[in-house]
């Protein structure tokens, strides 16, 4: 078998002399730093359009700045959460808009893909947390089948984080020239993903469940049409996620920026407009609008009087265990209380 010869061949700016392998060719690169995308030293599976991404991040900064400012004026600090999700889809299309002037800088593709492929999480997490409040703010119950509204968020926000982490670790391994580990990232991904969709379908179901008792179970008092056209659009936003496809260079489809646009940015897009037009900040007004919040103080109060009630049903005689609320024993005197907890008849003088 005899060994390859070295060969010239065309790069974008002209002709450059070209080493082959048996494998690949290693280019020379042009102007942008740009190469055949089957070259040994091309860190891109297409040509990334300047013009494109700049259109992308411009975009997506403005709606950014929308969400940010609809935060501040409806006063939702929780909506930082989106926030980050926008600009994550923002600064990954800047950094895939600077990489198509420096295609050789591997740096701009690895940043620019984790940011792309994470940001969709941000915006899960942030539908978690509204659907969440607006089941405390609306349902009379303040719970759907049979699980509380702060409860939700809690589970299912910290199912994100999990997803967030699982895939953030197989997305960075993408990347990596060395075949093997970029396989193992993309395996990781891959379950990543898995296990997102999953959360998104069971999550779904407790939304359209939570949509159908609206109409029984919905506070009068509160804008109940007006909720239900909320939970649309954030149910329309798991839809979008959910169908997003992984940026893993094996995707055929992924070969071709216009996927890029098409398949990952606009659903995200659309997204996030939906959400500018009906901002959650328009329906959670008011009492209830938000999850009552326990000072550091307050909870050290709670815990002291849990332990103390604790303490007095062990005190108790005669082998009956009696309950106290706690709200009331944080304004008694534990003496008097005792001898009335105690004592099976009132204490005489």
Not at 81 to 88: D, Q
């Amino acid at each position: 078998m005899s060994t390859p010869t070295p060969t010239i061949g065309d790069s974008p700016t002209g002709t450059a002399t070209t080493t082959s392998t048996a494998t690949c060719v290693t280019a020379v690169p042009g102007k942008y730093g740009e190469v055949p995308i089957d070259a040994c030293n091309s860190n891109w599976a297409f040509h990334p359009s300047f013009g494109g991404n700049l259109a992308w991040a411009v975009l997506m900064g403005l709606t950014t700045c929308i969400h940010l400012l609809q935060a501040i004026l409806y006063k939702k600090k929780y909506a930082w959460v989106i926030i980050m999700g926008a600009a994550w889809e923002t600064g990954s299309f800047a950094l895939r808009t600077v990489g198509s002037r420096h295609q050789q800088v591997l740096a701009y593709n690895v940043v620019s893909t984790v940011l792309l492929l994470l940001a969709p999480l941000w915006i899960n997490a942030f539908v978690y947390m509204t659907i969440s409040r607006l089941i405390h703010f609306v349902h009379v119950d303040q719970k759907v089948m049979r699980l509380r509204a702060a409860l939700l968020t809690k589970v299912f926000v910290w199912l994100d984080v999990v997803c967030f982490l699982v895939q953030g670790s197989g997305g960075s391994l993408l990347a990596s020239d060395d075949h093997k580990i970029a396989d193992i990232g993309k395996k990781i991904y891959i379950a990543g993903i898995a296990v997102q969709a999953a959360i998104i379908i069971v999550f779904g179901g407790l939304t359209a469940q939570f949509y159908r008792e609206l109409d029984s179970k919905g506070r009068m008092d509160r804008p109940v049409k007006m909720t239900k056209w909320l939970v649309i659009v954030l149910f329309a936003n798991l839809v979008l996620i959910m169908f997003i496809p992984g940026a893993n260079s094996d995707n055929p489809l992924l070969t071709n920026e216009i996927y890029v646009y098409c398949l990952d940015a606009l659903p995200v897009l659309i997204g996030l407009l939906l959400l500018n037009v009906l901002h959650p900040g328009m329906v959670l007004r008011g009492p209830d609008s938000e999850f009552p919040r326990v000072s550091r103080a307050e909870k050290k109060e709670m815990k002291r009087a849990k332990k103390e009630a604790k303490m007095r049903k062990k005190k108790v005689g005669r082998g009956e265990w009696v309950e106290v609320d706690n709200s009331e024993l944080a304004s008694l005197d534990p003496r008097t209380e005792y001898q009335r907890y105690s004592s099976p008849e009132p204490v005489r003088n």
